[in-house]
Structure formats: C-alpha cells, structure tokens
C-alpha cells in the first residue's frame, strides 16, 4: 500500500544515489514484487545483471517473524526492512476510524480508496520540501548532514548487553 512503506521508498533512492551515482526521479514509481502474501514486498536494484540493493517491506506480524527468523539465521537478503506491525500497513492501523458497521469488503474499498489517493499524490524527496529547507536553513545549519542537524535530529544504536536475573 502506498500510505505504507514510504521511508523504505526514500532510504533506497537515497541509497542509490549515494552509494552508486543513480538517480532515480522521484516521478518514476519503484517496481515492489510482492512476495509470499499483499503484506511482503521487495524491491531489488540491479545494474548489469548484478543486486546492489535489496530492501524490503513487511506489514503484520507474521512477517516479521519470518524476517526475524531469517535474521536469525543468517539468511536475510536485505540491507533495509521497513517493519510496520499492522496488517495491510499504516493505512489499517489500529488509530484509523473505524464506523463499527465495517465488513472486511468495505474496509477493504475503504483502504483501496486511500490508497489510490496517495498514488495521486505528486511524490517529492523530503530535501525539496520547501518548509524542510526553511527548517534546515534556520535551525539547523543550513544542511541535513551538518554538526547542528546530527546532534539535534540524528540518532546513533548500540547494542545493550543481556541483564542477568
């Protein structure tokens, strides 16, 4: 679904530009396969026959255990998941109104209709935004990836040890 799935969309043409030099116009839909079931998708960029990314999305929790799974094991193909835990994706979370008098084919027509309305959205990269930029210009250095942006917007992990009971 559209109204999912959306930073996925980014981080890979962000990723494709940056670390192998291809732009990919944001008026250019990516091409998601979908996998197992609607709530697993990939897309794959490939550039003379060979994988340079592979990201996927998983909605609900049956996808995530089989991502979790193959984590585990050392199987994931994928340099980026994007996990959201409701089934269908945002669009069917549980903060959407809900009439009470839904059935699973009008929800259905229901999350069909907004999809189709994200789809006639014109997209645009987050960096384009003109308000991002005023952002960015007035409080933040001028620049996504500058001193004041990483320490106000940026964020690091690490592994936290196993507590002992």
Same mark, same amino acid.
């Given at each position: 679904?559209?109204?999912?799935?959306? %930073?996925?969309?980014?981080? %890979?043409?962000?990723?494709?530009?940056?670390?192998?030099?291809?732009?990919?116009? $944001?008026?250019?839909?990516?091409?998601?396969?979908?996998?197992?079931?609607?709530?697993? $998708?990939?897309?794959?960029?490939?550039?003379?026959? *060979?994988?340079?990314?592979?990201? @996927?999305?998983?909605?609900?929790?049956?996808?995530?255990?089989?991502?979790?799974? /193959?984590?585990?094991?050392?199987?994931?193909?994928?340099?980026?998941?994007?996990?959201?835990?409701?089934?269908?994706?945002?669009?069917?979370?549980? @903060?959407? @109104?809900?009439?009470?008098?839904?059935?699973?084919?009008?929800?259905?027509?229901?999350?069909?209709?907004?999809?189709?309305?994200?789809?006639?959205?014109?997209?645009?990269?987050?960096?384009?935004?003109?308000?991002?930029?005023?952002?960015?210009?007035? %409080?933040?250095?001028? @620049?996504? %990836?500058?001193? *004041?942006?990483?320490?106000?917007?940026?964020?690091?992990?690490?592994?936290?040890? /196993?507590? *002992?009971?």
């Amino acid at each position: 679904r559209a109204g999912s799935g959306g %930073f996925v969309e980014y981080v %890979f043409r962000h990723a494709a530009r940056e670390l192998f030099g291809i732009t990919m116009p $944001h008026e250019q839909a990516l091409t998601y396969t979908r996998g197992r079931n609607d709530d697993f $998708h990939e897309v794959v960029l490939e550039r003379d026959g *060979e994988v340079l990314l592979r990201f @996927a999305v998983a909605y609900g929790f049956r996808n995530i255990q089989n991502v979790m799974q /193959k984590l585990r094991r050392g199987k994931c193909p994928y340099q980026f998941v994007e996990i959201m835990a409701c089934p269908g994706g945002c669009l069917n979370g549980g @903060a959407q @109104a809900r009439t009470g008098l839904e059935t699973s084919a009008s929800r259905k027509k229901r999350l069909d209709a907004v999809d189709g309305a994200f789809h006639d959205v014109a997209l645009r990269a987050p960096e384009e935004n003109p308000f991002v930029q005023r952002m960015y210009n007035e %409080f933040y250095g001028g @620049a996504p %990836f500058s001193d *004041e942006a990483r320490a106000a917007l940026h964020t690091q992990y690490h592994v936290v040890p /196993k507590m *002992e009971v």
